[in-house]
């Protein structure tokens, strides 16, 4: 989201300079605009180019080695056309020609001819579709001389008049016309061919793909910033093209008569058309002709609604086209309520066709929506179970009743006729925090502003209303381009699910610093779940409770199971232990592994073991650790009662274990022989070191280099002075294979005895 506040602060910056100064606006614009396709020439000419002298001086001066340096470069250049190169694909859809529609290319021709716009090439209809746009496909890769199809909704020739088609195809062309700025139809070609190059590179699933990839990844939120004010007032443009045509009140109709068409289709026809799945078991036949009547018998009232939720969206950053009102109000016109379709431009203009496309839409419909239809059926068949136990006592309930039977009134019937329950109940209890919720999020549903207040209040009001609040509210200001007060209900849902992935990941991560307890399973749930354990390879099995710190008021247990033999339970095993444990709380089943703190901790725990053998997964170590520790609770819990005997037994302990470092570590025995030669004792610091250097001393596997030389250089000097030379020299001799520091040379030296002997 921070991403998504730095785009708007970038556009708001190039809408100002776009006022404040246009041409170094639409210089950086032209800049930004050729950067992109200066990266991928540089980048192939200097592939290519090295690739080739490399090549050159390979074969003309008969360095062939250089060849295997040269292949380098010239893979990246044919990597980087074989990606660009990749065939786009036209739109797809039902094709119509002069000769089938020739009444609709006339219109397409005099638009044309008023225009000065460049030729359509190909027109497709898409019967699944309520939209119009022209897409220029290149003819050589992403690059070439593009062919222009247009793309054309049956249902949106259906829901205006020809002469609100002709503002529609004014508006598609004024985005190739001559007559326009060019400069801003170049933008906007170039805006759509991005997608496409960056879709071609980051196919290719080599290594030039994924260096296209980073570098349009950067490039891309640059130029769309910076050319989103050109792209809009291009948008802008196109409908001075399309009033051009026919003029700006038939374009303004046009804009909001398709639009609220639209919203009605989506709000109103949709769900009552599934609402009829409650009786049917089949989809209708004829679903698309069933959307062309609706449209024909829309109420003055519906229309208000559609128009209200219509005319209250903002334009978002999400997209260049503005919204109605401001398009509206660029073409000069006041929004009035569109009039009911007498014939549409699909009627007038496609002739013996439309029946054909009108049959096609039917069946594609109709298919497309039987897997919903059967989902609809078994909720609308749930809901009237649960409707049906409202019935008759609706006035003997309570807030929370209402509200419950509202929701479910909402999901079969439809907002309006939940509306007044939710009223019913907050006139029972203004400040009921689920009702003022539910009103809201109905309000703002139907465009209503006025939403956000009751949202507001039911977050002051209950805590559990914070999350779901934040998400309607957050979607909402963003929707409409509101995205400082946005972006405060997005942290409070990013605070959310942060906490809900901290709790997640505590329920499903077991460690050995975990609080477990007792399971407190009761004898008839044990016995269910033993039974279930003799069918199944395991030999033991140990359950607990966990207290969570994140998600304190969830029951959680955890399983250890050790296996018989060496079977391993299979998924479905382990599904039917987690069947047989509790059913309320979080469950987790993981097999022992006799070397993790986990098995040995639960399998340690009183009362956890409900299946099997006891087993004890502890090493030597840790149970010579373990009865240590129990024994130094015992005797430290006895240091009141017999101060005396703890200070002995401690003193042994200490004596103990200096006795055992001076027998086990070197380094002690031979602090010892020095210090008995300090103190004259020459026969005891003689037998101190010939131990030391003896096959018990711990010298003789040469871990302690430096140390043996110390040691055989002083039981030399000790030997000498004992005149005892010629053993000091069988002593001090193997000590010269060791790099010795200068003390310990010096001192060699100075005894007289040479490494050659």
Known sequence: MHDLLKFEKLVFACERLAERNPRAYRIRVFLLATLGFAFIASILLLSAGAGLLLFYDAFAHNHLPVIKFALFPTVIAWLLCRSLLVRIEPPQGFEITRESAPRFFSRIDEARAKLMASPIHRVVVDVGSFNVGVMQVPSFGVFGRPRNHLVIGLPFLEAVTPEELDFVLGHELGHLSGKQTRFRNWIYRIRQAWPRILEALSGGGNFMSGVFTRFLNWYAPYFNAYSFVLARANEYDADRAGAAVVGAAVGAHALLASDVFHDHLQNEFWPALFREARADSEPPSDPFTRSLLALRRISPAEIEASMRRVLARRTSLADTHPCVADRLQALGETPRPPALLQRSAGEVLLGELRERLVAEANSKWSSAIREQWSQARERHQRLAERVSEYSGSVDALDESGLLDYAALIEEAEGREQARPLVEAALSRQPDHAPSLFMRGRLRLADGDHDGVLDIERAMELSPDAREPGARILASYFLDRRDIEPGLRYVETVQEADQRRSAAEAERSNVLPTDDFID??????????????????????????????????????????????????????????ILNAMPEDGFKIVTIADPKGAVTRKIAAMEGALVYGKARDFRSWSDIVRDEAANWSRRAFGSVRQHPAKVTGALAAVLLLAGYAQFRHDPRARFAYATLLIDLGAAGAAEAQLNILLGDDGGLDDNRFPDMESRARLTFAELLVSRLRDREARAIAVPACRWRMPDALKARREALGFCSRH
Not at 530 to 547: E, F, I, K, N
Not at 549 to 568: D, E, I, M, T, W
């Open 519 to 576: 399971h407190g399973l009761g004898a008839a749930e044990l016995e269910r779940l033993r039974a279930t354990l003799a069918d199944l390879p395991v030999a033991s099995v140990w359950l607990v409770g966990r207290r969570l710190k994140l998600s304190p008021g969830l029951a959680n247990y955890v399983a250890v199971v050790a296996c018989a033999r060496s079977l391993r339970p299979t998924q479905d095993q382990l599904n039917a």
